[in-house]
């Protein structure tokens, strides 16, 4: 029995059998990393974000000035070779804005994926596991967060915290994580009968343990992808805090507050709102991009 | 003394207008070391038994007991290392980002039991597996692997009692042998109890001593499987299910002689 077993063995082997743990986690990895470099959208999508993350962190070599340097003697100078993208109303380099501005960008999605990601995951594997009583309180909850647009229900919590990056950052956050638990807990109510849970229900594991080990990873795929497409949101509904002058304060080079700042002189100098609507609209249409080929590369129902 | 006794166990889902019994007054024995089939159509209730002998459904009403003790409604621990399960459809019983390793791993630290690698690979070649096995995730095996895996991780906790939800129906025929050989000899050498639900009449023939007919929630017959094989079973039901096999798998024969052309465009 056992020699027939090994001819079949070899037989369903792709790419030779992995022999120990950390390989069969590698030939996984690589397989992923393959699908996802075969399609050239997401492969733009990544080249975009992995400049922006080293825009950011190697931003102050990369900058041409002092981003917040004025220089009132070339106010409203438009691109040249000395300002690549021309200066603002204060003679601040606005190629030097947008450079240190990705830093601010991406604080704000780290944060609000940071804690929109367990939260929505959370509340929403938590609500399909239990069902019942639980299930109906977190999904009325949910429903309550989902019924105001996000923006209108960001303004009010940063009108009542105040203006301020964080406070941004935490408004944006309330707004997001509803479709997060909705989807986890679509996922879960989806596997909650599946036979390898029950199978892990009849060998004793708790609740706490079937979430955490069988059920939550299985949802985390579609969450990761979900939250890739969200980043692209989150940089909007940011910038659009940011214009209108709720998100992050002047001096400080957040995009939006740019546009912000730039629209009066839009009609002459039409550098001050074209560059940074470009960098958002760059970096978002990115994580869209990649998003979606994340979503290729990790729905089970795509394989 | 019996390993499994089931007595008068009733089981409804739903309520009030709504309520949809499902078991009727179920009673059977099962004596330790023995294997027991319990056959029927599909709708008959024969996996919901195993299912409350398992412990996925405690609302059911009766008595049960498993080696004498009675049992309660709540799942512990202590029954879980006597009664373990294989389920129908090897392709989701595994969780497919696990891999054999993880899957067999997770019983033994649910249960707090150690040494674990040595445990799983003795599981492994328990069950005809290479211990290289180990590391593969589930779509790097096929389906009679799956199923093999599928009964390691329920042997891995050294249960009394295996039930075996149609153990062998999504797998191949060629394969159906080797797993059903696999059973056979676990059983001898472990002294394992099984309750078999199956409606493969072949499986029982093979695999169990005797057998309960089910029938709509009630058990109408209950025989040894000398008297299906014997073709001369009391029941009208039983008798219509023998007939039944019988006549399907002769003309499927003959079909298949008949009209190869045909199965070829099929195809």
Redesign the interface.
């Not at chain 2, 989701?92 to 980002?97: D, F, T, V």
């Given at each position: 029995?056992?020699a027939?077993?090994?001819m079949?063995?070899s037989k369903?082997?792709?790419g030779g059998?992995?022999?120990?743990?950390a390989?069969?986690l590698r030939q996984?990895l690589g397989r992923s990393a393959r699908k996802l470099l075969r399609n050239p959208l997401s492969v733009a999508g990544l080249v975009v974000i992995l400049a922006l993350l080293l825009v950011a962190a190697f931003a102050p070599w990369i900058a041409t000035h002092d981003p917040l340097a004025q220089d009132l003697a070339n106010t409203l100078k438009a691109p040249s070779a000395a300002h690549w993208f021309g200066t603002d109303e204060y003679g601040r380099d606005i190629f030097s804005r947008l450079v240190y501005g990705s830093r601010i960008t991406l604080y704000i999605i780290s944060l609000v994926t940071v804690i929109v990601g367990p939260v929505g995951l959370t509340i929403g594997v938590v609500s399909g596991y239990f069902g019942g009583w639980i299930d109906t309180v977190f999904m009325r909850i949910t429903d309550i967060f989902v019924s105001f647009p996000g923006l209108v229900l960001a303004l009010a919590f940063v009108a009542a915290l105040g203006p301020g990056l964080d406070h941004a950052v935490i408004a944006i956050a309330l707004t997001a994580w509803p479709p997060i638990a909705r989807l986890a807990r679509a996922e879960t109510l989806s596997l909650r009968k599946?036979?390898?849970i029950?199978?892990?229900?009849?060998?004793?594991?708790?609740p706490l343990?079937i979430l955490t080990?069988?059920v939550a990873?299985?949802c985390l795929s579609s969450v990761v992808v979900r939250l890739t497409m969200n980043m692209a949101g989150i940089i909007l509904t940011a910038a659009g805090l940011g214009f209108l002058g709720l998100g992050a304060q002047p001096p400080v080079p957040e995009w939006g507050a740019m546009i912000s700042a730039g629209r009066r002189y839009m009609l002459e100098c039409w550098w001050l709102v074209a560059m940074p609507g470009m960098a958002i609209m760059m970096v978002s249409l990115a994580f869209n991009l990649f998003g979606d080929g994340m979503r290729d590369v990790l729905d089970?129902r795509s394989? | 003394m019996a390993m499994i006794s089931v007595d008068k166990l009733n089981l409804t889902f739903g309520a009030g207008s709504d309520a949809n019994q499902v078991l009727h007054d179920v009673c059977f024995e099962v004596g330790a070391g023995e294997a027991f089939g319990l056959v029927g159509e599909s709708g008959s209730g024969k996996t919901t038994v195993l299912r409350c002998l398992?412990?996925?459904y405690n609302h059911w009403l009766g008595t049960l007991a498993i080696d004498g003790e009675t049992l309660g409604r709540r799942?512990?621990?202590a029954?879980?290392r006597k009664?373990?399960?294989v389920?129908?459809?090897p392709y989701?019983?595994?969780?497919?980002?696990h891999?054999v390793?993880t899957a067999l791993a997770?019983?033994l630290a649910?249960?707090g039991i150690g040494d674990r690698s040595a445990r799983i690979d003795a599981i492994l070649t328990k069950v005809?597996?290479?211990t290289?096995?180990r590391?593969?995730?589930p779509?790097?095996?096929?389906g009679?692997?799956r199923q093999r895996v599928?009964i390691a991780?329920a042997l891995i906790?050294e249960p009394r009692i295996l039930l075996l939800d149609e153990p062998t129906s999504a797998l191949d025929v060629s394969v159906q042998a080797?797993i059903l050989?696999?059973l056979a000899d676990l059983r001898v050498r472990d002294g394992l109890t099984y309750l078999l639900v199956t409606h493969d009449l072949g499986v029982v023939a093979h695999l169990c001593d005797r057998v309960a007919v089910m029938q709509q929630g009630r058990i109408v017959d209950l025989l040894d499987t000398a008297g299906i094989v014997g073709c001369n079973p009391e029941h009208p039901y039983t008798r219509m299910l023998v007939e039944a096999s019988r006549h399907y798998s002769r003309e499927m024969a003959a079909d298949g002689a008949a009209r190869p052309a045909v199965a070829d465009l099929a195809a």
């Open positions: 029995m056992s027939t077993m090994t079949t063995a369903t082997a792709p059998a992995p022999q120990s743990s390989q069969a996984n599946a036979d390898f029950v199978a892990v229900q009849l060998q004793g594991a708790s343990r080990r069988h990873p299985m089970p394989e | 398992a412990g996925q799942l512990d621990y029954r879980c009664v373990q399960m389920f129908q459809d989701g019983s595994l969780h497919p980002r891999t390793e997770e019983p649910i249960h005809g597996l290479p290289s096995f590391w593969r995730y779509h790097q095996l096929s009679g692997q599928a991780r906790l080797e050989n696999l």
